[in-house]
């Protein structure tokens, strides 16, 4: 038995292996830096380099965009199922469901292979935009919009939302902020999923249960959040006060923060660039004020940067989207990583089951009932 070592919330920890992404000297996806994906690329090269392991040439690109216009396409017993959910239910929810249903119409569901896995990740990159637009359409008591072959993924997502075109400005910060999200090494949700085909689930069980993990405000539940931050504060007059009486009160601050980043999240960085763009285009100026002084603050009395929540809530708010859309959209992206991190899970598995430091009470004797 090796040596007994616990690290409160596995901080530090080295729980496994991976080959999809670093973050050491900086963000990169398979040897890629963020930066240069961002900055060069588009969602699906991204999305196809974690799933495959390398950037695609021009043709495998289209017939890779082909595949996913083909799947395209959500069983209509899943959108009447959506029809009939309460008008409480949260977009997160939907997808968390929409990801289970769909489970039940995937013809490869038994199939647990690599090129299943793959093929199966795929199908669930081009489902899962059309379940939470068609959730949010029909919440509103309007039709869902159908997905158009020929769009980027970013697009489609804008398209099926409002039905109208995108202006290029916002079809690329979309499309810039599913490949920031997209992948992440071993952060809670693909730890999860992880952690569930171990036990050699498949890939959709793993899926479901990463979109749970990435609800909770700790996690992908932050982008929704900073926008209360935002609203709770205010005026940028207001910022300085706000933000050093909520620290007294050791309030968390969403947004900020992060366990591997102690110095600055690089993809924080890099989406302000743009969310200073958006911004201006917009007339939201004041709004990025606002953020920086919030951001200077908590770096004065705290030491803390802000994560990629802090900029993105902000440039979602820009584009006019619903914040109960902003961790969905998380969910979009992400599937991308959590698919490629249980593929490489299931090549070279191991049942993660770790110990637990036993705290409970002494051994103690059987009281039968009429005792206790
Ligand atoms: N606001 C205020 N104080 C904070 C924050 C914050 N956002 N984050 C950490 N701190 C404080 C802690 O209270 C603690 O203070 P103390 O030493 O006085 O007790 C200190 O900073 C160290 O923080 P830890 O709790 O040890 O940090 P940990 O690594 O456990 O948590 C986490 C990281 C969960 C991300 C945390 O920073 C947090 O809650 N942030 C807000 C939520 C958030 O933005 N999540 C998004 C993460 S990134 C992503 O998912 C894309």
């Known amino acids: 038995m090796p040596e007994e070592i616990y690290s409160p919330g596995l901080e530090g920890v080295i729980a496994g292996e991976t080959a999809i992404s670093t973050v050491s000297g900086g963000l990169s996806y398979r040897g890629y830096s963020i930066e240069n994906l961002a900055r060069y690329g588009t969602f699906e090269e991204v999305a196809y380099l974690l799933l495959y392991g390398e950037l695609p040439n021009a043709e495998q690109l289209d017939e890779f965009r082909k595949r996913l216009d083909a799947a395209s396409q959500v069983p209509p017993a899943i959108i009447e199922a959506i029809r009939h959910f309460p008008p409480t239910a949260l977009p997160m929810d939907v997808l968390r469901s929409g990801a289970s249903m769909l489970a039940h119409w995937d013809p490869e ?32 008591g309007k039709e869902p919009v159908a997905p158009e072959a020929g769009r980027s993924l970013a697009a489609n997502c804008l398209n099926m939302l409002f039905r109208a075109d995108p202006s290029p400005g916002h079809e690329k910060a979309m499309d810039v902020s599913l490949i920031l999200y997209a992948e992440h090494e071993y952060n809670a949700s693909t730890f999860t999923a992880r952690v569930v085909v171990s036990t050699l689930a498949d890939l959709h069980s793993g899926i479901v249960a990463a979109i749970g993990a990435l609800k909770g405000p700790l996690h992908g539940g932050a982008n929704e959040k900073v926008m209360d931050v935002l609203g709770a504060v205010g005026k940028k007059e207001n910022a300085e006060k706000w933000i050093r009486d909520a620290l007294a009160r050791k309030q968390k601050i969403m947004g900020f923060g992060h366990r591997v980043y102690k110095d600055g999240d690089p993809r924080a960085v890099y989406l302000k660039e743009l969310c200073n763009e958006l911004a201006k285009e917009t007339g939201n100026e004041g709004l990025e004020v606002t953020a920086d002084v919030i ?57 993660i089951r770790p110990r637990a430091r036993y705290i409970g009470s002494e051994p103690r004797a059987w009281k039968p009932l009429a005792k206790r």
Not at 117 to 140: C, D, F, G, S, T
Not at 329 to 336: E, G, I, K, N
């Open 295 to 351: 951001q200077r603050v908590i770096w004065e009395e705290k030491k803390l940067p802000p994560n990629l929540d802090w900029p993105s809530g902000r440039l979602y708010h820009y584009m006019n989207l619903p914040v109960e859309l902003y961790t969905p959209l998380f969910v979009l992206s992400r599937t991308a990583g959590w698919a490629a991190h249980i593929i490489e899970q299931l090549d070279n598995n191991r049942l």
């Open 109 to 140: 569901i038994g199939d647990n292979s690599h090129e299943a896995n793959i093929r199966k990740a795929e199908r669930l990159l081009a489902q899962l935009p059309i379940v939470m637009a068609a959730h949010h359409r029909l919440k509103q």
